[in-house]
C-alpha cells in the first residue's frame, strides 16, 4: 500500500468574498430615503415656483407702472390752445416774495381735443370723448385704460389657474360632492 498524501487545503478567499450583514439602522435608512428625496424634490420645486411667480408679480408691476406712467405723461401734456395763448396774452407781476403770471383762459380747449371748454362749452363735441359718468376721457387714456384693465385680467387669471393647478396637485378636494358621496351621505338626488 502506498503511503496516504497529504492534500493541503486550499486557502479560503477571504478577500474578495463578500458577506451579508443586517443592519437596521442601514434599512431603515434606505427605505425612508424614498420618502426624504421625493420630499426634498417637492420642497426644491415649491420654492422654484415660488420664486417664478415673484418675478411675474415683479414683472407685472413693472408693466403696471410703465403704463401709468405713460398714462399721467399723456395726461400732463399742454392743449395747443393753451400754448397759443400763453404765447399771447401773458401779463407778469414781480412781488417781493413771489411771481404772479396772470392768463386770460375765456375761450382755451382744456382736453385739447375740442370737448371741453372754459366760458363756452360744445355740449355736441364733448359728447364723443366722455364716459358713462359724464368724465371727458381723451382717447389716449382711453387705450391706456383697456391696457391696465387687460394686464389686471391676465394677471388674476394667472393667480386663480396656479391655485388651482396647486390645489389638483395637493389632492384638494373639490367644493361640490359629487352624485356617488351624496347617495352615500344620504342626500336624495333627484333627476328632471
Same mark, same amino acid.
Given at each position: ?6 492534500? !493541503? #487545503? *486550499?486557502?479560503?478567499n477571504r478577500k474578495t468574498k463578500s458577506s451579508?450583514?443586517? @443592519?437596521?439602522?442601514?434599512? =431603515? +435608512? ?8 421625493? @420630499?426634498? #424634490?417637492?420642497? !426644491? ?5 415660488? #420664486? !417664478?411667480?415673484? +418675478?411675474?408679480?415683479?414683472?407685472? /408691476?413693472? !408693466?403696471? *407702472?410703465? &403704463? ?8 400732463? $401734456? =399742454?392743449? +395747443?390752445?393753451?400754448?397759443?395763448? =400763453? $404765447? ?17 383762459? $375765456? ?5 385739447g381735443c375740442k370737448g371741453l371748454h372754459l ?16 368724465? =371727458? ?5 382711453? @387705450?391706456?385704460?383697456?391696457? &391696465?384693465?387687460?394686464? @389686471?385680467? /391676465? ?5 386663480? &389657474? ?10 384638494? /378636494? ?7 358621496? /351624496?347617495? #352615500? ?8
Open positions: 500500500m502506498k503511503p496516504k498524501k497529504i492534500v !493541503k #487545503r *486550499k486557502a479560503k451579508i450583514m443586517f @443592519d437596521e439602522t442601514a434599512r =431603515v +435608512e434606505f427605505l425612508t430615503g424614498f420618502k426624504k428625496r421625493k @420630499d426634498e #424634490r417637492r420642497k !426644491k420645486a415649491h420654492e422654484q415656483m415660488e #420664486r !417664478k411667480q415673484k +418675478e411675474e408679480h415683479k414683472e407685472w /408691476k413693472r !408693466k403696471r *407702472k410703465e &403704463l401709468m406712467l405713460n398714462r399721467a405723461k399723456n395726461h400732463q $401734456s =399742454v392743449p +395747443e390752445d393753451l400754448k397759443e395763448l =400763453v $404765447s399771447q396774452s401773458v401779463e407778469v407781476k414781480e412781488l417781493p416774495n413771489h411771481t404772479i403770471t396772470i392768463v386770460d383762459m $375765456s375761450d382755451i380747449d382744456i382736453a366760458g363756452k362749452n360744445k355740449f355736441a363735441d364733448s359728447k364723443d370723448f366722455s364716459n358713462e359718468a359724464g368724465q =371727458v376721457i381723451l382717447p389716449r387714456q382711453e @387705450d391706456n385704460k383697456k391696457a &391696465l384693465k387687460r394686464l @389686471d385680467h /391676465k394677471h388674476l387669471k394667472n393667480e386663480h &389657474l396656479k391655485r388651482k393647478n396647486w390645489q389638483h396637485k395637493h389632492g384638494h /378636494k373639490h367644493k361640490h360632492a359629487s352624485k356617488k358621496e /351624496k347617495i #352615500r351621505s344620504g342626500h336624495k338626488t333627484h333627476r328632471h
